[in-house]
Nanobody, 119 residues
Framework: QVQLVESGGGLVQAGGSLRLSCGAS????????MGWYRQAPGKQRELVAD???????NYADSVKGRFTISRDNANNTVCLQMNSLKPEDTAVYYC?????????????WGQGTQVTVSS
């Protein structure tokens, strides 16, 4: 069973920065997309950013220009650099790895890491 483990969450003041990291418990082949999602209390989980194996990136409008996603395929890790944080960025952040081959698809989630931005 593959586990994704996030790290780097915490409490920060508005305007500050945090860097989230996510790695897998073992090497996973054929990961097409790595991404970060977040869920604030009372809200649905939403995409924050993702990055394909070809390093094409996609960001939610609310984080464009502030957050940067990157991946290390050799080590099966994905990072999210978050700058100029706002109180509305407060949420539990989850990493996600998706991929597959002609026989199967896989979709793995981390357990989540709390990010709290104080005003």
């Amino acid at each position: 069973q593959v586990q994704l483990v996030e790290s780097g969450g915490g409490l920060v003041q508005a305007g500050g920065s945090l860097r989230l990291s996510c790695g897998a418990s073992r090497i996973i082949v054929s990961i097409d997309t790595m991404g970060w999602y977040r869920q604030a209390p009372g809200k649905q989980r939403e995409l924050v950013a993702d990055i394909t194996s070809g390093t094409m990136t996609n960001y939610a409008d609310s984080v464009k220009g502030r957050f940067t996603i990157s991946r290390d395929n050799a080590n099966n890790t994905v990072c999210l650099q978050m700058n100029s944080l706002k109180p509305e960025d407060t949420a539990v952040y989850y990493c996600n790895f998706r991929g597959g081959n002609r026989f199967a698809k896989w979709d793995y989630w981390g357990q989540g890491t709390q990010v709290t931005v104080s005003s």
